[in-house]
């Protein structure tokens, strides 16, 4: 999915808006972050982890509703609007995944570190509460969960 367009505002602070059903690159949001005037870029990896509450994990899927974008833009947009960033990123994968993929890349740039540790916390935790990315993660005893359903 290609990014969509976002306020005048923000448009030249959010770099780079993605849903991907292919592996992410932490290269990629790097580069779309940096800036010559940042003191700090903050970047947040999530990873699909092998355990989740003492279960074992064998994989998991992420499913996106078709507003995915327009949300992460939104997100993104109000993130710009409320910290000093000079940039931002934010790119989720889609589809199956293994333990140990990428699921998630985010990242900002503002002028002192702790700006950008800032923005970047609010953008992967305004992402994970109002983003619509539905997990389905299997286990290893069998079973299956559905985390993030409206």
């Given at each position: 999915?290609?990014?969509?367009?976002g306020?005048?505002?923000?448009?030249?602070?959010?770099?780079?808006?993605?849903?991907?059903?292919?592996?992410?690159?932490?290269?990629?949001?790097?580069a779309?972050?940096?800036?010559?005037?940042?003191?700090?870029v903050?970047?947040?990896?999530?990873?699909?982890?092998?355990?989740?509450?003492?279960?074992?994990?064998?994989?998991?899927?992420?499913?996106?509703?078709?507003m995915?974008?327009?949300q992460?833009?939104?997100v993104a947009?109000?993130?710009?609007?409320s910290?000093?960033?000079?940039a931002?990123?934010?790119?989720?994968?889609?589809?199956?995944?293994?333990v140990?993929?990428?699921?998630v890349?985010v990242?900002?740039s503002c002028?002192?570190?702790?700006?950008?540790?800032?923005?970047?916390?609010?953008?992967?935790d305004?992402?994970?509460?109002?983003v619509p990315?539905?997990?389905h993660?299997?286990f290893?005893d069998?079973?299956?969960?559905?985390?993030?359903?409206?």
């Amino acid at each position: 999915m290609t990014a969509v367009p976002g306020d005048d505002a923000n448009a030249n602070k959010v770099r780079l808006v993605a849903v991907r059903d292919e592996p992410l690159s932490v290269d990629e949001v790097f580069a779309a972050v940096r800036d010559p005037r940042a003191g700090g870029v903050a970047l947040f990896v999530g990873t699909v982890r092998g355990e989740d509450a003492g279960r074992g994990v064998t994989g998991l899927g992420y499913t996106a509703h078709t507003m995915v974008l327009d949300q992460l833009r939104a997100v993104a947009d109000e993130v710009a609007a409320s910290y000093p960033v000079l940039a931002l990123a934010a790119v989720h994968r889609v589809g199956d995944l293994a333990v140990g993929d990428l699921a998630v890349v985010v990242g900002a740039s503002c002028p002192h570190r702790g700006e950008a540790f800032a923005a970047c916390r609010a953008l992967i935790d305004e992402l994970k509460s109002r983003v619509p990315i539905w997990k389905h993660q299997l286990f290893d005893d069998g079973g299956e969960e559905w985390v993030g359903l409206p």
